[in-house]
Nanobody, 125 residues
Framework: QVQLVESGGGLVQAGGSLRLSCAASGRTFSSYAMGWFRQAPGKEREFVAA????????YYADSVKGRFTISRDNAKNMVFLQMNSLKPADTAVYYCAGTSRVAAELSRSYEHDYWGQGTQVTVSS
């Protein structure tokens, strides 16, 4: 199993940047594909970005493509989400998620078995 802890959220003005981090416990971090999801008040949780075990495959939601970058450091058991050109619509609680399932559909929240507690991102206009 893996435990996930997010950090790096906060309040930023539109057009600004934030970098979210997710620290994972355990010695088998490289066996987990990882993702970032977000949930705004009154809305369903939605996919943001995902990265394969090796980092060789990366996926983004259309709404963040070109603005957000997901990366991972398997040696440090970390996954990151660099968020640039932030918009008020990006305001949400951001969750780190992980899955050990083979051939998982990483954009689907139900494919991920492990979740962090979330970190709030607020973008002011």
């Amino acid at each position: 199993q893996v435990q996930l802890v997010e950090s790096g959220g906060g309040l930023v003005q539109a057009g600004g940047s934030l970098r979210l981090s997710c620290a994972a416990s355990g010695r088998t971090f490289s066996s987990y594909a990882m993702g970032w999801f977000r949930q705004a008040p009154g809305k369903e949780r939605e996919f943001v970005a995902a990265i394969s075990r090796s980092g060789g495959s990366i996926y983004y939601a259309d709404s963040v493509k070109g603005r957000f970058t997901i990366s991972r450091d398997n040696a440090k058991n970390m996954v990151f989400l660099q968020m640039n050109s932030l918009k008020p619509a990006d305001t949400a609680v951001y969750y780190c998620a992980g899955t050990s399932r083979v051939a998982a559909e990483l954009s689907r929240s139900y494919e991920h078995d492990y979740w962090g507690q979330g970190t709030q991102v607020t973008v002011s206009s």
